[in-house]
């Protein structure tokens, strides 16, 4: 059994500390009743109330956005999974410098933040009459994460993939979707668990493309619909800092069950 080093351990408490007081705080806040909050807003909350949830769920319609958000992130989370595993086999099976520089310059797109092409990808779904669409959003997710799905998945098969696995399928008459299907995909398994789990976190968490492309109250996701709750007619920090709550729990529960799933996908293939 490793032995647990209390100077370590102590080091490690401090240095989650300033990471936890956020959520604490907001978690301590959704508790408050809003005359509480007024009078205590940095203290633990004395009468605890669960009222503030049942505002925030009914007030911004949250039922309707998780739903919104489930079809587009889960549209995002499938067609990038798709579109990195078999780009970056793609990639793998091909070493010329055309298909290199092509690989640095789709994973160099990850240095562009969303700021920059919002604004030319509104004016072009626009004109195309696809806004306004929780599929379309979906893609634009998958378009948007697929370049650090390409990155992740390819640099695992270089880790994780001896070329003798290729060249003796080749030899025994495999195709190349046979190969992709029966080895590399099972191989890759951990990196896409990985590839998923990040995919959702960062496209459950968005609010600027979804406000763009989204402008209909009726197709509005999660965290735009959170975000809005909050406005200058809307003092409730409470009610807010519950619907911000609620918001949060989803990427919780994902990242908390695919945290192994990260620490493999990362992590294995190195050395071998």
């Not at 160099?108 to 696809?130: D, E, H, Q, R």
């Amino acid at each position: 059994m490793r032995k647990v080093s209390p100077p370590k351990t102590l080091i490690a408490v401090i240095c989650t500390l300033p990471m936890l007081y956020p959520f604490a705080f907001l978690v301590g806040t959704a508790l408050k009743t809003q005359p509480e909050f007024t009078t205590n807003a940095s203290g633990f909350p004395q009468h605890l109330t669960l009222s503030n949830f049942s505002y925030a769920w009914k007030s911004a319609d949250l039922g309707a956005g998780v739903a919104h958000s489930l079809i587009a992130v889960g549209i995002g989370v499938v067609v990038t999974v798709a579109i990195s595993a078999l780009g970056a086999f793609w990639f793998f099976l091909r070493k010329g410098r055309a298909a290199r520089f092509l690989r640095i310059v789709l994973i160099g797109t990850m240095a562009l933040p969303p700021p920059i092409f919002i604004i030319p990808l509104y004016v072009l779904l626009s004109n195309a009459n696809l806004t306004n669409n929780l599929a379309v959003l979906g893609l634009v997710y998958a378009a948007w994460n697929s370049s650090f799905g390409l990155y992740l998945l390819h640099a695992y098969l270089q880790h994780g993939m001896p070329p003798e696995v290729l060249e003796a399928a080749s030899v025994d008459g495999a195709s190349t979707w046979q190969v992709f299907r029966r080895i590399v995909a099972p191989l890759l398994r951990p990196a896409i668990a990985t590839l998923s789990v990040l995919t959702f976190v960062w496209s459950w968490s968005d609010l600027l493309m979804a406000l763009v492309i989204i402008q209909s109250a009726t197709q509005r996701t999660l965290i735009p619909a959170t975000a809005l709750l909050t406005n200058r007619y809307n003092t409730d920090i409470p009610g807010n800092a519950a619907a911000v709550l609620i918001a949060l729990i989803p990427m919780l529960i994902v990242f908390l069950l695919g945290q192994r799933f990260l620490q493999r996908g990362i992590l294995a293939g190195i050395g071998k």
